[in-house]
DNA sequence: ATGAAAGCGCTAACAG
DNA sequence: CTGTTAGCGCTTTCAT
């Protein structure tokens, strides 16, 4: 490989022609292998060499533009922070596109919604759009539509009309902490409902495990807590106070669980013997504390290989259903804390 | 807003012009505004409300195609789990582009490496690309150069000739929470070394860490350990039989810190008094955990920002300089824990 | 098996 | 102020 020449252009599959002594269309051939390619074996070798030797790179904005299709799925980055679970959902759906020859490309835009954010996603023509529906509008939606993306997805609480919707119903994983700690035969209980940026999803908990304990007939105290250490004290020692403390605590998500245990243990109080905690989010760090923490999941794997298959269904030409909605149900991962 | 028809291929600006009544240049002109463009008020709302009308979006395919530059900054997703770090830094460096209207786009692949990487990142005619030192090669630059984008940044534990980089040096935040150890008058260490996805990171900072022992005098134990509960207990156990146990642990990272936290406590030590503890990353949780932890972290806002002034010294056209490496240095956060 | 040529959507230089 | 036009790099007929 030589040296790059300072003000020198990328080279093209022109100039790679030249170098290997063949047509433009002959490396457009080696380079994709069309259904009715032919080239022999001994040209594509002099066409390969010539790529390596320019350090050649096709044109993806020049493919798109003369195909009229690209490799890109675009995901625009969630505004809840997702930690590890985005990771993890990453590459999982990165490689089951890899092996369609399609490309995972995450915008860092985390903000923008409606149609502002649509024109931004439909610039860069992308295969498919995989957003979370509270950022999609219909006049968005209809922006994608009209810039040619194949496939817009839907992910998050509510189901888009004519979207196809993974739902995370964060209700049912109330509910579902709920009804595991009645099941270990816990009467009287606690929610926490933290405060911050994660407030909403808190809420909707709560609601879940409302119902799921009325349904019961067992007790359920909300507490509001803020996301300081403080706070969660506080309610410990209120609880300390009380002659008929609850029993067990879902702490709407695990960090918060991590707070509550420690503030039990601060307080005297050992856990789940005095008190059971169950936390949201199965973390990496509930199986790394002791004890370690129950906690309500949702299968990100269930979405990751979902998402796949749709694009899969895409590529193959299946057809593409507008109204399907996919439930990702949650489950209890159940450890020592409750 | 009408209907999309099913077959229809996206508008196109000539589209627009037509529906608005004017040539491709005036909404050309309306759209990008360049320096010399003059388009009459009247005109240029009669322009907008096309857009509006056919729900259009430029193509950036074709824009990238005529101008030669795109508006896209690629950052291939790393393979080290970042965890809320990523979050944090991604949000500053889209806020930091998205005042030079320009795009972060997180590519998905977090493992392709070299040449074969380069051509991936190369194909999507980025204007910058920030990647991991360890995943560009010689020949990956060269292509990356070749493909006209017009700055490459890496960032990492080594440098990467020719390329500014960003060094984020773990040996120093080993060396960091050994002499914060040792100011607080502690003489035998320990410092657990973590099998797993993070060991060749954990490596680093153990090398950092035994060189600053050796430097004050001090005693400091490698300790290699499995990343499960019972590895770190086992390590516990042990100290426990010791007539001389270590006063003082590194624990190499947040979740091992957490881990051995839990395991010296179940034993009935009790932190920071028999053994202080000090994690690496400053993860969200290590203010929610009691003892609150003592963390050595990276400044993630120093990357943030040192990139988006790369990029906007690139866009005003401020010499960039091919040398520069910036060195990110650690600091302790100082908590309960040690 | 290979080459010639058209055209994807857009911008910028130039002409009016 | 607005319109005409050339061509960016690529794929894909259609001829050879």
Redesign the pocket.
């Given at each position: 490989m030589t040296m790059p020449e300072s003000g020198a252009?990328?080279?093209?599959?022109?100039?790679?022609?030249r170098v290997a002594?063949?047509?433009?269309?002959?490396?457009?051939?080696v380079?994709?292998s069309?259904p009715g390619?032919?080239?022999?074996a001994?040209?594509?070798e002099r066409v390969l060499k010539a790529v390596r030797e320019l350090g050649?790179?096709?044109?993806a904005?020049?493919?798109s533009?003369?195909?009229?299709s690209s490799d890109i799925v675009l995901f625009p980055l969630p505004l809840q922070p997702m930690g590890q679970l985005l990771e993890q959902f990453v590459d999982e759906f990165t490689e089951a596109l890899r092996r369609q020859d399609l490309n995972l490309l995450i915008h860092g835009d985390r903000y923008a919604r409606g149609v502002d954010a649509a024109r931004t996603w439909a610039a860069l023509r992308p295969l498919a759009v995989l957003a979370e529906s509270n950022r999609l509008t219909d006049g968005g939606v209809e922006v994608l539509r009209r810039a040619g993306v194949r496939a817009i997805f839907a992910w998050g609480r509510e189901e888009h009309p004519g979207v196809p919707t993974a739902i995370f119903d964060n209700r049912d994983s109330g509910a579902l902490a709920i009804r595991h700690l009645i099941g270990r035969g816990h009467r009287r209980m606690a929610c926490l409902v933290p405060a911050g940026p994660l407030a909403g999803l808190a809420n909707e908990r709560w609601e879940g495990a409302k119902s799921a304990a009325e349904e019961a007939g067992c007790f359920l105290e909300r507490v509001d807590v803020g996301y300081v250490r403080e706070d969660v004290l506080a309610v410990v020692r209120g609880w300390q106070r009380q002659t008929e403390p609850p029993t067990a605590v879902f702490a709407g998500n695990d960090d918060f669980a991590l707070m509550i245990i420690s503030a039990l243990r601060e307080c005297g109080w050992s856990v789940p013997d005095d008190m059971a905690v169950v936390g949201a989010d199965d973390l990496p760090f509930c199986d790394l504390v002791w004890p370690r923490l129950t906690s309500v999941a949702m299968h990100t794997r269930t979405m990751g290989s979902g998402a796949a298959d749709m694009v899969t269904a895409l590529m193959t030409g299946r057809p593409y259903k507008h109204r399907d909605h996919m439930v990702v149900h949650p489950r209890v991962v159940v450890r020592e804390s409750g």
């Open positions: 252009k990328p080279p093209t599959s022109a100039d790679v022609a002594g063949v047509s433009r269309s002959t490396v457009s051939y380079l994709n069309p390619a032919r080239v022999s001994e040209t594509r050649y790179a096709p044109s904005p020049a493919r533009l003369r195909s009229g």
